[in-house]
């Protein structure tokens, strides 16, 4: 069966993730950049903590969210395939982003994407679903290094971590991992680049 798997579809039901209340609780100026925006949630905490903000996604995310990003007043908004400036950014937030894109190189991608914007002294705050997470999801199938989510056509795509295999995807893309916090369902790494 074909199926259409849909990255777009966010990880967070509701509310603002636990790496992004790191991000601003840790913020000290400088400019950040929201990597895979999804619903807003975290870019409009961010703005209302006066983070200095641009954002991220897919066209379909931009699209899907043009009103809501004029409304917040978002000035620079990236397409997931442009390019972003070398060493711009003090702090990226990736937040969800790694376990809904199913092939592993455009994960890596993603990385040195990231690598390559964030400033020498800059962070990288990450926050991934962990096994415990994808263990209580119903219709499931497995799929490449995850799985599939969804009972008909249109599915998604959840890569749990445990802490061993994110901390080692990190570190092997060239980042070292500073902090980290167990949550229920996710793992929150706070990184530096090496």
Known sequence: ??????????????????????????????????????????SEYMLKNNVSLDILDTDLQIKRSKEKIEKLNIENVYNATESLDKNKYD???????????????????????????????????IEVRNEKFVEN??????????????????????????????????????FEVLHFKKFSGSLVLICSKK
Do not use: H
Request: charged content about 25%; hydrophobic content about 35%; glycine content about 10%.
């Open 1 to 42: 069966m074909e199926y259409i798997i849909e990255v777009e579809k966010t990880a967070v039901t509701n509310g603002v993730s636990n790496s992004c209340k790191y991000l601003v609780k840790n913020y000290n100026g400088g400019k950040s950049l929201d990597y895979g925006f999804g619903k807003l949630r975290n």
């Open 91 to 125: 702090s990226v937030l990736l937040s969800f982003v790694l376990n809904v894109v199913p092939e592993e190189d455009e994960r890596v991608g993603i990385l040195k994407k990231i690598k390559w914007s964030l400033k020498e002294t800059g962070l990288l705050y």
């Open 137 to 174: 999801l119903k219709n499931k199938e497995p799929y490449n290094d995850g799985i599939l989510v969804g009972s008909g056509k249109k599915k998604t795509f959840q890569k749990p971590f445990s802490l061993n295999e994110i901390t080692q995807f990190v570190t092997v893309n060239g």
